[in-house]
């Protein structure tokens, strides 16, 4: 996830999607760990008395609507909870809070049936009108960073200003009564269901926050959002210290399955060694990639036992540092990492003979050890038009810069066509936020494109800083990353729809200024066509699959974006967890209430 700002349709439809900061998780003190042993409510039966111990980076907010970092989400997840949700990261939607749901013939008049009996962590009832105010909340707070999800993506009707905004009381939710809530949109979206799985939708008690019209607000913003969110989720928040720790405890009123566990703990760790030296000292039950560097991963002590029927790797890996031996899986998630080149300040030919010195797998390989693949396409291969043979089959038949090769004659052919040579060096910038991982990588293209007549700098900047360059337009290259909001190439491909490039534009969605050439005006008139077949009907999806490859062929004519890298996630935990496995959506989707631990040794 990442930041997004909210802009009206009259400027451009704002995307949506989770730029992926990649940055190395940290932390400090061990999680604390409660010994009382508590009785389940809900769904569930006898608790268990333990803490899940986690490593979580630096959190921004806790406000469902405000969070755009992964960090963030990953706590949120546990505290609230929508309509629908992906079960264990599973990209297959389910009811969470809806009993059941009904959809019109012509897609744009949904009924939902809420659980009976569902409460907030406060102790109040959840009712359709918890619904209508969150979803309020979506459109029209100032806090919001996701209002497009409910006015442009999914497009429930509304009103609009002269200025073409929102105008806060007009949308069209409404509840009927305590248990059904209806919504009515301008046009049918193919992954409505999923969108409102994303936690932007959860539902909060009516009045909980004064920052819409109609509200004075049972508490100030900033406590509701720092120190006393108030959801209806599995776990019920406890306490949020800035930059050390973060805690949830069991909610044993949870309308699904009671937590087996007493609550998490997320120590937040910022360095990727001290977050290993804190794993291999067992601080930590369950840890990711960062978690395990590269420089202490050895691809040598992984045994994939099996895969299952949704692709997932499962096995062991060990024995680690501490002579232990982790239960190991490894998800090939829905994501993309890529440079982005702002066409302003990068000419074109320097744009392509990187594309060509760039041999994405070999730089995967040697700065990963395997923990990932080579990307052709920004659309990930789950999710590509076809699936992942497809995606394979047109990079290798079509990418124009070599396909897991490095290209070094075309890369200096490229240049000196341009006018430049061993006397006549062209320069740009590629900045990087702050990882390691980028800087291998790129310190593999700066030595490539050496022979080429570039001489590339490289800088590092915080994400927040990088952002804030990129939306002014003061970036000539930068690396970002993009994880999945819903499970479709369009939730990728419109940080490629060119309007929402410019960043003389408030808002832009990404920082490449991709306009005035003929690529760019296909890639426009492709993602029109996507808006125009945005239904859930095999013609329409035929006609957006058919636009979503002429994007991804424009972008490679141009190198606006050059794709990089598709992250494997893995997971690493101490075989005295059990835990349920997660899917291609990502582990920040995925709830704790059914982990149980064991014994600690």
């Known amino acids: 996830m990442s930041e997004k700002s909210n802009v009206s349709r009259r400027r451009f439809l704002e995307a ?65 909870d929508a309509l629908m949700n992906y079960p264990d ?54 806090n919001s960073r996701r209002s497009a999800f409910i006015l442009e993506n999914i ?9 073409g905004d929102y105008r806060p009381g007009t949308l069209a939710v409404e509840a009927q009564d305590d248990y059904t809530l209806t919504m009515e949109t301008s046009a049918p979206f193919h992954a409505t269901m999923e969108l409102l799985a994303y936690t932007s939708f959860a539902a909060l008690p009516e009045g909980i926050v004064g920052d819409i019209p109609g509200y004075e607000g049972e508490m100030p913003y900033n406590r509701f959002a720092t120190s006393n969110p108030i959801g209806a989720g599995p776990f019920q928040f406890e306490r949020w210290q800035s930059n050390q720790e973060a805690a949830v405890t069991r909610f044993d009123d949870y309308h699904g399955q009671t937590a087996n566990i007493a609550g998490v703990t997320w120590s937040i760790i910022e360095d990727d060694q001290a977050a290993y030296t804190y794993t291999m000292n067992k601080n930590a039950d369950v840890v990711f990639n960062e978690n395990i560097p590269t420089a202490q991963y050895d691809p040598g002590k992984l045994n994939v036992e ?17 002579g232990a031996t982790m239960d190991y899986l490894g998800v090939q998630t829905i994501n993309s990492f890529y440079i982005g080149f702002n066409q302003n300040n990068v000419e074109e030919a320097a744009r392509k003979a990187t594309a060509y010195a760039l041999n994405q797998q070999i730089a995967v390989d040697q700065v990963f050890k395997g923990r990932g693949n080579g990307a052709y396409h920004f659309t990930p291969p789950r999710i590509y038009p076809g699936g992942p043979q497809q995606y394979n089959q047109h990079a290798e038949n079509n990418y124009p810069y070599g396909y897991n090769e490095t290209q ?72 970002l990353g993009w994880i999945m909001d819903w499970p479709a190439p369009d939730n990728f491909l419109n940080l490629l729809y060119p309007p929402a490039t410019d960043t003389s534009q408030s808002g832009p969605l990404s920082y490449v200024n991709w306009s005035d050439t003929q690529a760019a005006q296909q890639a426009t008139q492709a993602w029109e066509k996507i808006q125009n077949n945005a239904a859930p009907s095999d013609q329409a999806e035929q006609a957006r699959n058919e636009a979503y490859v002429t994007i991804e062929e424009a972008n490679w004519q141009d190198v606006v974006f050059l794709p990089v890298y598709h992250r494997l996630d893995q997971e690493f935990r101490y075989q005295w967890v059990d835990m349920p496995k997660f899917g291609s959506a990502g582990p920040s989707r995925q709830m704790y209430n059914k982990t149980t631990i064991g014994q600690r040794n």
């Not at 497009?155 to 200025?163: M, S």
């Open 408 to 479: 070094l004659e075309q890369a200096r052919q490229m240049m000196e066509d341009a006018g430049y040579g061993p006397n006549n060096q062209y320069q740009f910038t590629l900045t990087t936020y702050q990882s390691t991982t980028w800087q291998s990588i790129a310190k593999i293209i700066r030595d490539q494109l050496a022979s080429a007549h570039i001489d590339l700098q490289l800088q590092q900047a915080p994400f927040s800083t990088l952002l804030q360059r990129g939306r002014n337009g003061n970036l000539q290259a930068y690396t």
């Open 306 to 322: 099996n895969t299952d029927d949704l692709s997932r790797e499962v096995g062991t890996y060990g024995p680690v540092e501490n």
């Open 89 to 142: 990261g599973r990209i297959a939607v389910n009811n969470l809070l809806a009993e059941s749901h009904e959809v019109s013939d012509d897609f744009t008049s949904y009924t939902f049936n809420l659980k009976q009996g569902a409460t907030f962590h406060n102790g109040d009832e959840v009712t359709a009108q918890d619904f209508v105010y969150s979803w309020e909340r979506l459109a029209a707070s100032e």
């Open 155 to 163: 497009g429930v009707e509304h009103e609009t200003t002269q200025d």
């Open 16 to 80: 949506t999607g989770s730029a992926a900061s990649a940055v190395a998780l940290a932390g400090q003190a061990a999680g604390q760990q409660t010994t009382t042993t508590q009785q389940g409510g809900g769904g569930g039966g006898q608790g268990d008395g333990k803490t899940l111990q986690r490593i979580n980076s630096t959190m921004s907010t806790l406000d469902p609507i405000k969070a755009t970092d992964t960090a963030s989400g990953t706590v949120i997840q546990q505290i609230f």
